[in-house]
């Protein structure tokens, strides 16, 4: 069984859901799931996962400091998370208002990183993006992106 960490930080509660449906739709895979704040992660942390899902809210088209804080130090481990799965997710104001960028510089961090990020042919090419709350009909969503990278997960951890 493969381990994942959902990290993230959330300001008013919204990136948070998101993080809970991403990280119980993983368990529902089969996977050993770790739910933190990104306040209570340790980049040394990351080694002990075989994927790891990264959310933050938008802003002004980037992740948040809080997170971005973790990305920076995660300096000290460069290399040791070569191979392992990665995702993002974002809450936003709105649609195109930074969301895709924001998943985007999560992304970048983890291909340096030498993490292996899947794409989606279908919808949320990068990662899931949300507007404001989480909604009924972004579950399905969210869902079917856990299922995607558990998918991924199993197959490289056997």
Same mark, same amino acid.
């Given at each position: 069984?493969?381990?994942?960490?959902?990290?993230?930080?959330?300001?008013?509660?919204?990136?948070?859901?998101?993080?809970?449906?991403?990280?119980?739709?993983?368990?529902?895979?089969?996977?050993?799931?770790?739910?933190?704040?990104?306040?209570?992660?340790?980049?040394?942390?990351?080694?002990?996962?075989?994927?790891?899902?990264?959310? *933050?809210?938008?802003? $002004?088209?980037?992740? !948040?400091?809080?997170?971005?804080?973790? @990305?920076?130090? /995660?300096?000290? =481990? #460069? &290399?040791?998370?070569?191979?392992?799965?990665?995702?993002?997710?974002? *809450?936003?104001?709105? $649609?195109?208002?930074? !969301?895709?960028?924001?998943?985007?510089? @999560?992304?970048? /961090?983890?291909? =340096? #990183? &030498?993490?292996?990020?899947?794409?989606?042919?279908?919808?949320?090419?990068?990662?899931?993006?949300?507007?404001?709350?989480?909604?009924?009909?972004?579950?399905?969503?969210?869902?079917?992106?856990?299922?995607?990278?558990?998918?991924?997960?199993?197959?490289?951890?056997?």
């Amino acid at each position: 069984m493969g381990r994942v960490l959902v990290v993230y930080y959330s300001k008013t509660g919204n990136t948070r859901r998101l993080a809970e449906v991403f990280a119980e739709a993983l368990k529902e895979e089969g996977l050993e799931i770790d739910l933190k704040p990104v306040s209570d992660v340790k980049p040394e942390d990351l080694e002990a996962y075989d994927g790891i899902a990264i959310g *933050s809210p938008t802003y $002004y088209g980037l992740m !948040a400091s809080e997170v971005k804080k973790l @990305i920076d130090e /995660s300096v000290k =481990i #460069h &290399g040791r998370l070569d191979g392992k799965v990665g995702a993002a997710f974002t *809450s936003a104001g709105g $649609y195109s208002t930074g !969301a895709e960028t924001t998943i985007l510089s @999560i992304i970048s /961090s983890m291909l =340096i #990183h &030498g993490m292996i990020v899947q794409g989606d042919p279908e919808d949320y090419h990068y990662g899931i993006a949300i507007k404001g709350r989480l909604k009924q009909s972004d579950i399905e969503d969210v869902r079917r992106k856990a299922k995607r990278m558990a998918y991924l997960v199993k197959k490289l951890t056997g």
